[in-house]
C-alpha cells in the first residue's frame, strides 16, 4: 500500500514552495500526499487571509493534477486543533498503512514546543524537507528523540508504518509567505512565485493587497 503523506501549514497563500516540495515528496516517498490547511488557535496572530480564502487558493492552486489532495478536516474541527489528534484519527482510518507527516526542516526544528510532540512517532514517519537558510542543528531534547529514528533512505516508509525520521532532500526554493504577503502588500506582482491559477480569479489575492 503506498504510503499516505500529511502536509500541513498555514498556506497564507500556498506557495509554489509548498507544492514543489510536497510534489517532491510525493516521487520520493512514492506517496499520495494530502495538503492540509491549519486552523489557526486564538492566541497566535490571525492569518491575514480567512479559513475560506485559504482553502479556496489551495482548491485553485491543485487544479489539473491527481497526486496532491485538499483535506480540510482540521479546519471544520472545533476548538484547537493538535497534530497528534490529526494523526490519530488518520490512523484510525487508514489501518496499517505507512504515514508519514511532512513538515519544513525550520518548522521542525520547533518540533519539542508541539502539543504531545513524542507521540507522533508512535503513529506516523515524519519527513523533513530541507529548505533554504534553515540550520540543521536541532535542540538537544529534540536530536536526543530522534537520533535512533533518522535515516535517508526514502523508501523507509514502505511497509512499516510508523516511526523513523526520514530526510527529504528537495530542491531547494527559497519562496516564503511571508515574502509573497509582503510583495503583494507593497503592491507587486509575485506571478511567478504562486501558482498560476491563483490569478486567475482577482478576488483570490485581494486579502494581501492594499
Ligand atoms: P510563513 O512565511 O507565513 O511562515 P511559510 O511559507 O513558511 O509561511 P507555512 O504555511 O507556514 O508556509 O508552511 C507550511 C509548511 O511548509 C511548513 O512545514 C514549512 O516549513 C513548509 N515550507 C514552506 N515553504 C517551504 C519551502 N520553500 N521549502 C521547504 N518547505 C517549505
Do not use: C
Amino acid at each position: 500500500m503506498k504510503p499516505l503523506a500529511i502536509f500541513g501549514g498555514t498556506f497564507d497563500p500556498v506557495h509554489l514552495g509548498h507544492l514543489s516540495v510536497a510534489w517532491e515528496a510525493s516521487e520520493l516517498l512514492d506517496a499520495d500526499v494530502r495538503l492540509m490547511p491549519a486552523s489557526v488557535p486564538p492566541h497566535r496572530p490571525p492569518p491575514t487571509a480567512s479559513a475560506q480564502q485559504r482553502v479556496a487558493m489551495l482548491r485553485a492552486a491543485l487544479q489539473g493534477q491527481s497526486r496532491l489532495m485538499l483535506d480540510t478536516r482540521e479546519l471544520e474541527r472545533e476548538g484547537p486543533s493538535y497534530t497528534i489528534d490529526t494523526l490519530i484519527e488518520l490512523r484510525a482510518e487508514q489501518g496499517d498503512r505507512p504515514l508519514v507527516l511532512l513538515i519544513g526542516a525550520d518548522a521542525f526544528a520547533n518540533l519539542a514546543t508541539w502539543h504531545r510532540w513524542r507521540e507522533l512517532f508512535d503513529v506516523a514517519h515524519i519527513g523533513v524537507l530541507s529548505r533554504p537558510g534553515v540550520d540543521a542543528t536541532l535542540p538537544d531534547e529534540l536530536e536526543r528523540e530522534v537520533a535512533d529514528r533518522r535515516t535517508a533512505d526514502a523508501s523507509a516508509s514502505q511497509g512499516l508504518s510508523a516511526g523513523k525520521l526520514i530526510e527529504l532532500v528537495v530542491t531547494p526554493l527559497e519562496i516564503s509567505a511571508t515574502r509573497i504577503r509582503e510583495l503583494l502588500a507593497a503592491g507587486r506582482d509575485p506571478r511567478y512565485l504562486l501558482p498560476a491559477g491563483l490569478f486567475d480569479e482577482s478576488a483570490l489575492l485581494a486579502p494581501y493587497r492594499r
